[in-house]
């Protein structure tokens, strides 16, 4: 919708209508550009955009893994649909438009990517994948710096701090099911705390993962995920990372992860965990810097497709080749 259309990388662009080609992708990118969500500064509407092409290698559709030694865009069929029309003043209409996108992309058995756009596109995003592999039966895990469950937002129903109240509100995904990692700052308030306590949502914020560790934290939540669902949606607000190394974004909130905390847990998660769906959120291009952080934003979605494709080659986090020279990879096999 916004700025040259081109796809993610240069991967092949698809067309949403021609299920037959869904169904031979692995996965599929899909443009979300909404920011009416946003309660402080907007800009996310030009997120898409930004994550498809900041790079400084040639878009080539080709993206060797130096540590897994797989190379996602070609390894794996990754086409891009480009933007779903999503015009801020249609209220509910942009959001129904995303959920019967992504729906179809899941139902077609490929992976939706979604690149946001604000928050609240989650709620469409899990909903549709939820539609497709199962009411209740899809597991979010979803790094931010806040929790989004607020209850209204300026009075209204839809908006960026309010999506995983909704997504828990219609059952598309259980409460004692969802993970949330990196939440710190001054929001939520005591009243929508108790609530998701009695959601029995789980959040590891800040001072937990210092304390405990960000390795331990996972392992207990990759339990929680995989008991009772068939499989996992990773949703990545970049406001996550701390502001000093990601200050593109909407709400920045200090003392978040690092970035290489933030690639490796998200490369841990598409090598351990069914991934079926994932969004990356909240990249505002106005307030980025030399564009680190939509540089950050590419490579998560990149840490993931990567991830992804080591796991059905039959690699496991414990497998990753140790070193370039001497490393085997995922088959055994020596590497040169």
Wanted: charge should be negative.
């Amino acid at each position: 919708m916004y700025g040259p259309d081109v796809t993610f990388l240069g991967v092949p662009r698809c067309d949403l209508a021609d299920r037959a080609g869904l169904a031979s992708a692995d996965a599929v990118v899909l443009g979300a550009p909404y920011d009416a969500g946003a309660s402080y500064r907007a800009g996310a509407r030009f997120g898409p955009y930004a994550i498809r092409t900041t790079d400084y290698l040639p878009h080539d559709a080709s993206r060797p893994h130096l540590a897994l030694r797989v190379d996602p865009l070609a390894d794996l069929i990754v086409v891009d649909a480009g933007d779903v029309l999503m015009p801020g003043v249609e209220a509910r209409l942009p959001l129904d438009r995303l959920e019967a996108a992504v729906q179809a992309v899941a139902e077609a058995g490929a992976i939706p990517v979604i690149l946001g756009g604000d928050h609240t596109v989650t709620w469409p995003d899990v909903t549709g994948v939820a539609r497709a592999v199962g009411w209740g039966r899809v597991s979010v895990i979803h790094f931010d710096a806040h929790a989004d469950t607020g209850e209204f937002q300026f009075g209204s129903l839809i908006g960026h701090g309010l999506p995983m109240r909704r997504l828990i509100e219609s059952g598309a995904c259980r409460g004692d099911r969802f993970l949330q990692l990196g939440l710190r700052g001054y929001w939520p308030e005591p009243e929508t705390l108790r609530w998701m306590a009695e959601q029995r949502m789980r959040s590891y914020e800040m001072h937990e993962i210092v304390r405990r560790g960000l390795a331990e934290c996972l392992d207990e939540a990759f339990a929680i995920a995989t008991d009772g669902c068939d499989g996992v949606f990773v949703s990545v607000d970049i406001d996550v990372t701390d502001p000093g190394s990601a200050p593109g974004t909407g709400t920045p909130e200090p003392g978040g992860f690092t970035p290489r905390e933030l690639l490796d847990a998200i490369r841990r998660i598409a090598i351990e965990l069914p991934v079926v769906g994932m969004d990356v959120v909240e990249v505002a291009p106005p307030y980025d810097t030399s564009d680190v952080t939509a540089f950050l934003a590419n490579r998560v979605l990149l840490e993931m497709l990567s991830g992804i494709a080591f796991r059905r080659k039959g690699g496991s986090w414990d497998t990753i080749p140790p070193t370039l020279l001497t490393g085997r990879g995922p088959d055994g096999r020596d590497t040169p």
